[in-house]
């Protein structure tokens, strides 16, 4: 893989001026509130917007009606979302007639879509900031000129993107911490829509990554979790991202996760981490997608389904405790009855911890969405919900293996359901709810498991 160039420190220190410069505005938003649709990646983009908008002098708004600026960061891997977002912001219409001085941004991945920024700008001139998924470090000069000019500001940037180093941050969490390692995505799955708006694989230098850890370690923090669209092929695959795995093992953060693997990419070195590294949590998120051959082949994976399977043997030989999720699409174009088997079947061979289901959404520009597609939409709903009902018999099945054992939970929320529980995740990201008070949280503690629910556990503090 190319290395690509780094955004440079000039430029960076270039937008701080900006900030300060928006700070210094006397009419500014003095509040902010952000919308983060779809994945991870958008949620940790989320922090370094907040930690931009602070700089700016902003403080957060945790009621979004009320908020002076309200941005919201896109997703668009599947149509629903797109349209969840589109609803969201026509509703801001709405918002702004009674609050005229109310600024609008929208940013993400649905923006960096082919076309949709200048659809946007002309249905939609209410909204004040339009960027996308490459520019967002420049957010601090688009603001400004919004505020300077009193116009809407369009700024969507063709390009692979870089990498960007030291954007202010404000983390949404104390003891769990989103960490970059890499960003975009070569693979070209037929039905995906993320290599055409997050741009093309791009790796963080494993200094910096290591340096970020170190800082969060200092800090407090109990778990990272490595974010990239398919951390496997970091630095052009092979054994970099194990290595990079030993090499955050040493540093001592008590939880280590990562998030997302291609099982083209999964390497022998990342199967024997599992095995040997102490602070790697026995969960694997490993996204099969389909059952069937012929689909993967359609889907252009890469893989096949005996291959695949024997991955999930030898990660089970490494690391017998380890939990695997994973995601599916039903539906995809020509998807036949015996084909979808072939995924129930799977299904049934791996068991899953967790499943995430889809049914496949075309995405404009995707191979998949010229391919033929007679599959009515109830057939496709009656086989995501066959789909749904067997994995959910499974998930029950594994969590009733767990009664009456011993597991070490960190403590990530107090319950908004039940007063006096709280609830946090185990090793193998299994979420555990528990009587205990708002003192726990961030702490890992020890808790005796005494009955399992549909997706969680309930247990007792020892
Ligand atoms: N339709 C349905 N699901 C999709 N995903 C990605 N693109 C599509 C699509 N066009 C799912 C895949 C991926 C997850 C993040 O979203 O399962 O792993
Ligand atoms: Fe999309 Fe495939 Fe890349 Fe995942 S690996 S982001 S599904 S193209």
């Given at each position: 893989m190319i290395e690509r160039p780094q955004v440079s420190e000039s430029e960076m220190l270039r937008q701080r001026e900006y900030m300060k410069l928006v700070k210094a505005i006397g009419e500014r938003p003095q509040t902010y509130h952000i919308v983060s649709m779809g994945c991870q990646m958008n949620e940790r983009d989320s922090e370094s917007i907040a930690g931009m908008l602070e700089q700016m002098g902003m403080r957060c708004e945790p009621v979004r009606e009320q908020a002076d600026l309200i941005l919201y960061n896109t997703c668009c891997v599947r149509e629903n979302a797109e349209n969840k977002?589109?609803?969201n912001v026509i509703w801001l219409k709405e918002l702004k007639k009674d609050k005229p001085e109310l600024l609008i941004c929208v940013g993400g991945c649905m923006t960096q879509e082919k076309g949709m920024a200048e659809t946007m700008k002309k249905r939609y001139p209410f909204i004040d900031l339009i960027y996308g998924t490459h520019n967002l470090y420049r957010l601090p000069e688009y603001l400004y000129r919004v505020l300077r000019d009193r116009t809407p500001?369009?700024?969507?940037?063709?390009?692979?993107?870089?990498?960007?180093?030291?954007?202010?941050?404000?983390?949404?969490?104390?003891?769990?911490a989103y960490v970059n390692i890499m960003y975009g995505c070569n693979n070209f799955c037929t039905y995906c829509i993320v290599p055409y708006v997050r741009g093309r694989e791009r790796s963080r230098e494993p200094e910096a990554v290591i340096e970020e850890a170190l800082r969060l370690r200092d800090q407090g923090v109990q778990e990272i979790m490595l974010l990239g669209q398919n951390v496997n092929s970091y630095r052009g695959g092979g054994a970099e991202f194990a290595n990079l795995l030993y090499r955050l093992d040493r540093l001592e953060i008590p939880r280590i996760r990562f998030m997302t693997s291609h099982p083209k990419d999964l390497s022998d070195e990342l199967i024997g981490a599992y095995a040997e590294l102490k602070h790697l949590m026995p969960?694997?998120?490993?996204?099969?997608?389909?059952?069937?051959?012929e689909i993967l082949k359609a889907m252009n994976r890469r893989y096949t389904r005996e291959h695949y399977l024997d991955l999930v043997s030898r990660l089970r030989a490494a690391r017998p405790d380890i939990g695997i999720t994973t995601d599916i699409i039903v539906g995809f174009p020509g998807e036949t009855l015996s084909q979808f088997e072939e995924t129930m079947s799977l299904v049934n061979e791996v068991r899953y911890d967790s499943a995430y289901t889809f049914i496949y959404s075309p995405r404009t520009g995707t191979k998949a969405a010229s391919m033929p597609d007679d599959t009515p939409a109830e057939v496709k709903s009656e086989r995501i919900q066959?789909?749904?009902?067997r994995q959910q018999e499974i998930t029950a099945e594994i969590l009733s293996g767990m009664v009456g054992s011993r597991q070490t939970v960190l403590v990530e929320?107090?319950?908004?359901?039940?007063?006096?529980?709280?609830?946090?995740?185990?090793?193998?990201?299994?979420?555990?709810?528990?009587?205990?008070?708002?003192?726990?949280?961030?702490?890992l503690v020890?808790?005796?498991?005494?009955?399992a629910g549909r997706n969680t556990l309930r247990g007792r503090l020892i």
């Open positions: 977002a589109l609803g500001v369009v700024e969507v940037v063709e390009t692979d993107g870089e990498v960007v180093e030291g954007m202010p941050e404000k983390r949404a969490s104390a003891f769990s969960h694997l998120h490993l996204p099969v997608q389909a059952g069937s051959n066959r789909l749904i009902a929320s107090v319950s908004a359901r039940d007063e006096g529980w709280v609830g946090g995740k185990t090793p193998r990201a299994i979420m555990v709810n528990f009587p205990g008070d708002a003192s726990l949280i961030g702490r020890e808790v005796e498991i005494t009955s």
